[in-house]
Structures are given as C-alpha cells and as structure tokens.
C-alpha cells in the first residue's frame, strides 16, 4: 500500500534495522523501544490488523514462528518474552499495517488498563 509506513520499511524505502526475514515474514527493530529488546514482525504483503490476519492462519502461523525464531536470536527465548498484537481503538494500534511485538530482555510489568 503507497502510504503504509511498514510497506515502505519493507520496501527499504524506510530504513529500519533488520532482525529476521523470511519469505512472507520482516522483523525489525522497534524505533521507541519499550523494553531492552522490543522487535516488530510484520507480514511483507499488507493486512490490516489481527482481525484480517484470522482469515489468513498460515501468515498468522508464519509470523507467530518468526516471534519465535526473534526471541531465539535475540537470546530471551529462555529468560521470557511477550508477544502482542494492538488491535483497534481501545488497544492503541497506531500503525495500520498487522505487527506482533516481541518485548523482553528484561523483567516486564503488568500490563492492562
Ligand atoms: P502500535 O501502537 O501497536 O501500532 O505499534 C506501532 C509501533 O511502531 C510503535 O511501537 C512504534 O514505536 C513503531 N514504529 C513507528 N515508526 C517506526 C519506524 N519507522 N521504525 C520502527 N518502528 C516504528
Ligand atoms: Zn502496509
């Protein structure tokens, strides 16, 4: 999509710092990290949000696997990470294309209201 931030950064229109790629898959790092290691793994076609990303398990799958494979590289795969998906208003997305966020690296605190 022509004014998708994240279709740009896969594009290498935007520079960004890579962490992992596959065929259907880019991580990179986040760019206002909120934990010592706090990757993004976006789909390099455009879906909007988790909610499209549903009709679409085999993605849903691929990206879930690179949060993994992220985790491993990055050396939390064992000392604990989080992923999370914002979705809508209420959650605060604002980047318009599906991203997972891989956080870790330290000891996270509660999240919620
Ligand atoms: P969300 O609030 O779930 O939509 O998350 C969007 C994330 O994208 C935020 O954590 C931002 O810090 C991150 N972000 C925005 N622009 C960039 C960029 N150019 N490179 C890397 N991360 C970015
Ligand atoms: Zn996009």
Redesign the pocket.
Known sequence: MADC?FCK?IAGD?P?TGVHETDTTYA?????P?SRV?V?VVPKNHHEDANELANHPNLLAALLKAGVEVADIEGIKDSGYRF?F?TGDD?????FHA?L?VLGGEQLTDFGR
């Open positions: 931030l950064i935007i960004s990179f790092r986040d760019i206002n909120q706090h993004l999370v914002n959650a605060c997305r604002t980047v991203h966020h």
